[in-house]
């Protein structure tokens, strides 16, 4: 009698077997995640309905961490934005790995979608139209994973070599020994955006 | 006599098997690339110092479209810039699951390199400090590598659902069946960057 072996197959350890593979790997196949699970592949398909689930399924995981403010008409907008993008972006730097699978395809996770949903009604009341609301949306999303990899690079990013003329040496030598590096190049690149976005 | 049954062992082969192995699967280990290539692991080592360098020969493939146009000291800065991340985003765009694995090492190719001088000496010519070089090439890596993300992504990147409110589903209307919407975003996006940073 006593306990089975291993635990029930379910969709959270299907989605955890999943992530560890792609922290290792960069990706996973179903055959793989079936041999880590030690199950058949087919018996996943009674969980899942394929890649594609799996797929939202850790990017619920990976927005696990975006806290989303409450709605206030009042607020400026420029800081919704900034508090959306700021969670957002250190929700999604535990995986780096992941964030080429995700971006391949269609957010359909309500997780998501709610976050998304916030910026187009703050960017629509700030008086962005509807097809600069999108554009804003995208900017927003590519400097957010883009920056979500950078927290993951070497403290040191450039290698200092032979090649690497004055003026961007000095730049790099600001950067050296500064382990909020990628910290403040965030925060900078954040204010560009907003500065550059204005609608007015 | 006749021709040995595979071709010898260099660089470029290694390089070109660790490549397509991070296209099919986001990653290469060093048994799996001697596999691919039926060589034993240590013969791989009589070529490369190791992961480190072929990682920075995959970064030099990803660079190899990117065009670098001769300095022109009179030129506007926002031109060489914005000339420059368009042909870096359509160089890197050819192999998204590559970004995480190349943000993931700290750049030492001359090629790479390169670039970033171009950049670095633009800035100090506008009017940007060190400090503030380091931070604007930062927020160009992230906007740039964010952007060929999103040249991979599906032509409908969002599914609209029950939970899309109406100021996001006005939004992804204005980006349905447009084949140009990366690109239309990517321009809006380099817009923004270029008015933001503005040190004027």
Redesign the interface.
């Known amino acids: 009698m006593g306990r089975p072996p291993t635990p029930l197959l379910s969709t959270d350890r299907i989605a955890s077997a999943a992530m560890e593979l ?1 922290n290792a ?3 996973f ?1 179903m055959p793989d995640l079936a041999r880590k699970l030690q199950v058949s592949p087919s018996s996943l398909y009674n969980h899942v309905s394929g890649r594609d689930q799996i797929v939202e399924l850790l990017r619920e995981r990976a927005m696990s961490e975006v806290r989303l403010p409450d709605d206030q008409p009042d607020r400026p907008w420029t800081a919704v934005v900034a508090e959306v993008l700021g969670s957002y972006r250190l929700s999604f730097a535990r995986y ?2 992941l ?3 995700l ?6 996770s ?1 997780d998501a ?2 976050m ?2 916030i ?3 703050t ?2 009341r700030a008086g962005f139209d ?10 927003m ?7 979500a ?2 927290v ?3 403290e ?4 200092s ?1 032979a ?3 004055p ?2 040496a ?6 050296v020994g500064n382990p909020d ?2 910290d ?3 925060e ?2 954040l ?7 204005s609608p007015g």
């Open positions: 792609v790997t960069g990706g196949t780096p790995r964030i080429p699978l971006t391949a395809y269609p957010v359909s309500n979608i709610r998304y949903n910026l187009a009604v960017l629509r509807a097809a600069d609301s999108l554009r804003a949306i995208t900017l999303d590519c400097f957010v994973l883009g920056s990899l950078d993951a690079a070497p040191e990013p450039w290698k070599g090649e690497v003329n003026e961007f000095e730049a790099l030598a600001t950067g590096r990628a403040d190049a965030f900078f690149g204010a560009v955006l907003l500065r550059g976005l």
